[in-house]
């Protein structure tokens, strides 16, 4: 892995654009317009399931300076989690998911089988709801300390950081100290605009930066704005002068 965007310090870096994409050429045609807008390119369950790992391949040879990440979420047995590890770990990404809730031990194989590839740990989804939280576990009564409790057993085991609400970022990296990554999806610009949406716990880029997030997932206000080039530049302009 001879780029590594890691060290990159430019605003661009923090940003993570999810291609949320449902064929090869429209995730392509992102790739090529916001490749020098962003840090990383997220590959999530749509795109991977259609086209399969050459698509890796693909974006990265468009992009060569731009960051991969593979947001499976995976959640299994320790033994299936260690041998799809040893498999992503090939594809030379740079960080992928596991979800915290598959416990220590499929914490701890998945990192063992990674290799370079940095694993996060999601907490919990962003689009739970209050209520829906609730009923998963009655005797957390704030989605925070459901999402620390996780965020910490996950750090624990090794993970190199986690994805979490921008609710619960400073929270997190107050507990958590300066190491490990903090992934925040559920970014909302004020002035973005996005029809049925079905995050819950949302915050603006510059919250999120400001609570301690490594890196942001921004992906419908880019993705769906009338000119999407100019929503990450704006963004980024935010972030710039936050
Ligand atoms: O900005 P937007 O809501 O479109 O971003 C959606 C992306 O964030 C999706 O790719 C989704 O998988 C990802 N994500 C999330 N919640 C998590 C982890 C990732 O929404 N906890």
């Not at 993570?16 to 020098?36: H, M, Q, R």
């Not at 490594?214 to 963004?235: E, T």
């Amino acid at each position: 892995m001879p780029f590594d965007p890691f060290q990159n310090t430019l605003p661009r870096a923090r940003l993570i654009f999810p291609l949320d994409l449902p064929t090869k050429s429209a995730a392509l045609n992102y790739v090529e317009l916001l490749k020098g807008s962003v840090g990383f390119f997220k590959v999530g369950l749509e795109l991977f399931s259609s086209q399969g790992p050459s698509i890796i391949e693909e974006i990265r040879s468009l992009a060569p300076e731009v960051g991969i990440f593979l947001d499976l979420k995976l959640h299994d047995i320790p033994a299936t989690i260690s041998r799809a590890m040893e498999a992503i770990a090939r594809l030379g990404v740079h960080m992928t998911t596991v979800h915290a809730q598959g416990g220590p031990e499929m914490l701890r194989a998945a990192v063992k089988a990674a290799g370079q590839t940095k694993v996060l740990a999601v907490t919990l989804l962003t689009s739970l709801a209050p209520a829906a939280m609730q009923e998963l576990a009655p005797d957390y009564r704030a989605p925070g300390a459901l999402a620390l409790h996780l965020a910490k057993r996950a750090v624990a085991t090794s993970c190199h950081g986690v994805v979490a609400s921008p609710l619960e970022t400073l929270l997190l990296r107050e507990h958590l100290g300066d190491e490990p990554i903090l992934v925040t999806p559920g970014i909302r610009p004020s002035w973005a605009q996005v029809s049925s949406d079905d995050q819950s716990r949302t915050g603006t880029p510059a919250q999120a930066l400001a609570d301690g997030a490594s890196y942001l997932v921004v992906g419908r206000p880019i993705r769906d704005a009338k000119d999407p080039l100019k929503a990450a530049q704006r963004i980024l302009a935010e972030l710039a002068s936050s």
